[in-house]
């Protein structure tokens, strides 16, 4: 065989999946295939739009559905190898329960098997999830090797047990987390909104590599003038993306990833927030985006090698 041709990434990506619009599997899918990744989609619900519209139909996938899925076709009859599982928004606690338990083994299996796990539970201080998944979430990340976890703010306040409003409850809650869940070797906190940063209107994304440093990192982003869904599950993917998909020689630091994936995202966000300016009737002045240009943006996607969105900024723990 021809060692110069790369081979297929394959990931498993276990998600909700909307018919219109672009959150869980339908953000993620479209960035990570043409980012080159082969994707083996398990929708844990199919709704017609994500529930941030006012009315949405569809239905969920029993517990028993999606253990057969993975555990009697994929893992069983197929014996597929992945590289990665990318595990999202599942539809109750027994469900997110059995999956955990089923990616858990296949990780311990096979150590080439890296689990990136998005602990959807809600944003804003408000849980979109039944309660019950915070503990059960906490469980998980104590007993998981994980490779990444990708919590927003409200989420890393859930999984830690800490309000996090400044750079001093940054480091803090870092800190909480790598002792509560030491198998779990990297974190992104998403869209941290500081008191330190109020004024020049900036999220912080802040990233720990257990594996490589005792530095958090951090970049500031300049706000939107809007509100997106799906952009939690799109960073998440990017990341994959990144991290794992060995574009160029060498395997980059989660740092330098973390640059790069913000840089897309961003770039994405801002021709979404553009085109639905152009898009937009006069009255409708709110700025509630409902659905990403995913596919307006797939020139964007592409780039390869990718800028980075700046320098990050570092505290010592
Ligand atoms: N209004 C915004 N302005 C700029 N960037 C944004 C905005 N909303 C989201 N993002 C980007 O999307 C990423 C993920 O969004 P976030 O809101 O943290 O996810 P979640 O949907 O999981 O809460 C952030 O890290 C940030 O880069
Ligand atoms: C079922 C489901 N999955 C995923 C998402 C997207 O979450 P985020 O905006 O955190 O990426 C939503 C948000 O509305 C959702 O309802």
Known sequence: MNSTIPTT?????????????????????????????????LNTVQFSNHPGYPHFTGFK????ELVEIVEKGLVGALGIKYDAVLSGYLPNVQALQKMAEIV???????????????????????????AKCVTAYQDILQNSKIFLVTPNQFEMELLV?????????????????HEKYP?????????LELSEFSEGNMYVVA???????????FYR?????????GSGDLICALLTDSLLNGHGCTQQSLSQSLGQVLWLVTSILQKTYDLNVADQHPQDSSMNIKDLKLIQCRDILKRDPLPSIGKPETIKI
Request: proline share 4%; aromatic share 10%.
């Open 61 to 64: 996938c029993s517990t028993e």
């Open 207 to 217: 990233g720990f590599d257990s594996s490589l440093s005792d530095e958090i990192f």
């Open 9 to 41: 990434r394959k990931v498993l990506s276990i998600q909700s999946h909307v018919i219109h619009g672009y959150v869980g599997n339908k953000a993620a899918t479209f960035p990570l295939q043409y980012r080159g990744w082969d994707v083996d989609v």
């Open 104 to 130: 858990r083994q296949m990780c311990e299996k096979d150590n080439n098997v890296q689990w990136v796990l998005d602990p959807v539970l809600g944003d804003n201080g408000k849980l979109y999830v039944d």
């Open 183 to 191: 198998r779990v070797t990297r974190v992104v906190v998403t869209s």
């Open 161 to 177: 047990g800490m309000p996090i409003r400044s750079l001093h409850d940054v480091k803090r809650g870092f800190e909480l987390f």
């Open 221 to 229: 982003i300049p706000k939107i003038n809007a509100t997106f869904s």
